[in-house]
């Protein structure tokens, strides 16, 4: 075991350890709990890119805890979801924590901003954690970790509204890890196990499939919820949009997209299993992404404030991952996957950029944004950027992911799902649109948008590289797909190497 | 188990009351533990001890730690929507989720 291999531990215990450490340390202390928090994220970034390149040289990095083999021991694992996710999380919560030294103090009470530095960490962690476990019941503890530190995060807003967004967010959220856990519980009843890899192995011989098909539906809608895909996103256009911005991006960014990875691993250990045909999931998952495209887009649109429409494009752009996995082939998981990585990179640059706007001027409404770009052309140039990418226009990052969803439909003959993608890139398009026009080109309506500040450097320096990654970030899709496609084929082919 | 955890879920979907939610969210997890614990018993099996003279096969340990790390979960959701719900009581004045939604409207 090579000394890399210990920092798969670290990547989880960093962060935790120092989150938990900054409310008690650095109370009341803004800036120095900031420094610290940011040193936290760099070093917890540094030792995931550390994995990375390990895992890129040698494949997977295997870290048996205390030394006991799986499946007896504990195990973790960072694969290829460890790298794209991990990588993404750790990158977008130390720029989301650099751009949090101005937000902060505005939008919450000074005496939550050590808690607020200390939860961004421990959820961090626990994404981390998420991503490397490879037994159910740590993937179960590290998702508690992660959403409940994201429900105390939606709460850290002020204001009544934000209270009562983040008690819906907390019971929906807790409704479906109840239902993970029961799932996990009926797989260690009739398996005796907890490994994944090796329930997988262990169910194709269990007696009972129907308690094994309830534990994959509870599995399933489980992580639906988690990752918000219609008709399971209703708690999230409220949690994201009244939370403040930098929570909104974290949510919106990655904490989704830890459902998904659920929803993948969920996949893997059944379709190794073997014990049924998937092709009802991937059915489900299909319409279910196809109705949220629509649907998402649809409402965004019809949206007045700002951090509302984000959050349905939220909505949307889950609907497109769903899509490309229910798909199935190897060209729409790879899509969803590039997805998964862009989507995070162009929605924390979008809930950044229109927070820094709603900052200066503390309007939410487009119509009162009006004319804004005059004086925070930066702010405004780096929304402008992300917005276009989320439309998925050709070179820009979200163009990729989309591009290989409508070529996976092709390749398993339903083309008629090539108009849906395309509908869905025009209707994001159409509310794009209406939030550059009123930023360029309409009069300015309200008094704030004339006296209006650019935002600070330490918020628009992030913004403007996440808006500049999401625009030119789809010239590197080759590469990425071309380093994706491995790994979708590994969760295509689960059970069938046997 | 499963009733249990239906009448859980009942509860969270159609109470009204938020603290009825909690107690409902409070149902499933309970029904969840017991049929984990229960899914860990071998016949005629003794605790999962050593050096106390008693004799395999014991029940299965591991159903027991899991329970615990998930009554320590349950609790510290609990404790945050308890808290969550006395500011929403002092900001908003109710906890009545029909009364809250309505003045919006």
Redesign the interface.
């Given at each position: 075991m090579s000394a890399a291999v210990h920092l798969l531990p670290l990547s989880v215990v960093l962060p935790i350890t120092a989150g938990v450490l900054a409310p008690a340390l650095f109370h009341r202390r803004h800036n120095a709990c900031s420094w610290w928090a940011i040193t936290a994220a760099a070093l917890t970034l540094a030792t995931t890119l550390t994995l990375v390149s390990e895992a890129l040289d040698g494949g997977l990095v295997r870290y048996p805890v205390g030394g006991w083999p799986a499946p007896y021991g504990i195990e973790l694992v960072f694969d290829g979801l460890g790298i794209l996710m991990g990588s993404a999380a750790g990158l977008l919560t130390l720029l989301i924590l650099i751009a949090s030294r101005a937000f902060v103090q505005t939008e919450a009470t000074p005496q939550r901003h050590s808690l607020f530095h200390g939860l961004v960490l421990i959820n961090l962690g626990g994404m981390n954690g998420f991503l490397a476990a490879s037994d159910l019941f740590n993937l179960f503890v590290f998702m508690e970790v992660f959403s409940i530190s994201a429900y105390a995060l939606v709460a850290l807003a002020r204001g009544p509204v934000a209270a009562l967004a983040a008690l819906k967010y907390l019971i929906v959220g807790a409704v479906s890890s109840m239902l993970v856990l029961l799932a996990i519980a009926l797989l260690h009843a009739q398996t005796g196990s907890l490994n994944m890899s090796d329930i997988g192995d262990r169910l194709a011989a269990a007696q009972a499939p129907a308690a094994a098909g309830l534990a994959l539906g509870c599995l399933v809608v489980g992580f639906l919820v988690k990752a918000a895909v219609f008709p399971l996103h209703f708690w999230l256009p409220d949690a994201h949009a009244s939370a403040p911005s930098p929570v909104s991006a974290l949510l919106s960014g990655l904490v989704v997209k830890m459902g998904i990875v659920g929803l993948i691993r969920t996949r893997m250990l059944f379709a190794e299993a073997d014990i049924f045909s998937l092709v009802a999931l991937d059915l489900l998952l299909v319409w279910l992404g196809v109705a949220a495209i629509v649907i998402g887009a649809v409402l965004a649109m019809i949206q007045r404030e700002l951090k509302l429409m984000l959050a349905y494009s939220t909505v949307t752009n889950m609907g497109y991952i769903a899509l490309g996995l229910g798909l199935a082939t190897p060209a729409a998981v790879g899509g969803a996957l590039a997805h998964m990585g862009f989507h995070a990179l162009i929605k924390t640059g979008l809930f950044l950029s229109a927070g820094a706007l709603v900052l200066s001027t503390g309007l939410s409404r487009i119509d009162d944004l009006r004319g804004l770009a005059q004086r925070m052309p930066v702010s405004s140039a780096a929304l402008t950027l992300a917005l276009l990418a989320v439309a998925g226009l050709p070179p820009t990052a979200g163009f990729v992911g989309k591009w290989q969803i409508a070529l996976g439909a092709l390749e398993a003959g339903q083309p008629w799902l090539i108009a849906v993608v395309m509908s869905g890139a025009l209707l994001t398009l159409a509310w794009a649109i209406r939030i550059i026009n009123s930023l360029y080109f309409l009069p300015p309506a309200r008094g704030q948008v004339l006296t209006a500040d650019e935002a600070p450097l330490s918020i628009r320096a992030p913004i403007l590289m996440l808006g500049l990654v999401a625009m030119v970030g789809g010239l590197a899709g080759a590469m990425v797909l071309e380093w994706i496609e491995p790994l979708s084929f590994r969760i295509l082919e689960a059970g069938h190497g046997h | 188990m499963v009733v249990l955890?239906a009448v859980g879920?009942y509860i969270?979907l159609t109470s009204q009351n938020?603290l009825k939610?909690?107690i409902g969210?409070n149902i499933?997890?309970t029904s969840?533990f017991g049929?984990?614990v229960t899914?860990g018993m071998v016949d005629g099996g003794s605790p999962p001890l050593l050096g106390r003279g008693l004799e395999a096969p014991y029940a299965?340990p591991?159903?027991h730690a899991?329970v615990l790390?998930?009554i320590v979960?349950a609790l510290?959701?609990t404790a945050?929507?308890l808290v969550?719900?006395v500011?929403?009581k002092r900001?908003?004045g109710s906890i009545e989720l029909d009364e809250?939604l309505e003045p919006e409207e």
């Open positions: - | 955890f879920l969270v938020l939610k909690i969210l499933m997890e969840v049929l984990i899914s299965s591991v159903t899991l790390t998930g979960v510290s959701v945050l929507a969550l719900i500011r929403v900001e908003c809250l």
